[in-house]
């Protein structure tokens, strides 16, 4: 009857509904970190111009966010000059609501970047993966995976750039 229990409780950790789950988890996850990412846009597009530039050739998933973006690029990420560029009175209130967010959730700027730049950089290798997965190319997928592990132990930005550097070389070139 024992083995029975332990043979019951593995057969529900790979239910397919849990599976689904985790998948939904990870695009709610990409969401945040776009919505992160448009928030350390309003707040420091000013004065930290050169980490902003890391972040504005990302591809966004959430089309708001894209169209955002677009718009908000024009006026420079300054809300004050909203009314020069066209958008709904939704996404004014939404971007009015990350503003405030802006204004109050964000204590640490550099620890809020690199968390952010960190956070895109995982959601790329993991792209990659899943690519490499597809094409049944298990080297690169490996070559992937140690970065991967590599990045999970740094935390200084200069060694997490150096990384991406590697990982871009491996995404362009295949794995040397």
Not at 75 to 94: Q, S
Not at 138 to 146: G, P, Q, V
Request: proline content about 1%; some cysteine.
């Amino acid at each position: 009857m024992l083995l029975l229990q332990a043979f019951d409780t593995t057969f529900h950790f790979f239910d397919t509904r849990k599976l689904v789950k985790f998948k939904k988890e990870k695009e709610d996850l990409y969401i945040e970190l776009e919505e992160q990412t448009f928030v350390y846009f309003l707040k420091y597009y000013d004065s930290e111009r050169e980490k902003c530039k890391k972040l504005l050739d990302k591809k966004f998933s959430s089309s708001i966010f894209n169209k955002l973006m677009e718009n908000m690029k024009e006026i420079n990420f300054n809300i004050k000059n909203l009314d020069k560029i066209d958008i709904t009175e939704e996404e004014k209130k939404i971007i009015m609501e990350l503003q405030f967010s802006a204004d109050k959730d964000v204590p640490d700027k550099d620890i809020y970047f690199r968390e952010i730049y960190f956070g895109w950089i995982k959601r790329e290798i993991d792209e990659e993966r899943r690519k490499s997965d597809e094409e049944n190319d298990k080297i690169k997928k490996l070559e992937l995976k140690k970065i991967l592990l590599k990045l999970k132990n740094i935390s200084k930005i200069d060694e997490i750039e150096k990384l991406y550097d590697e990982f871009i070389l491996i995404r362009r070139l295949g794995y040397v």
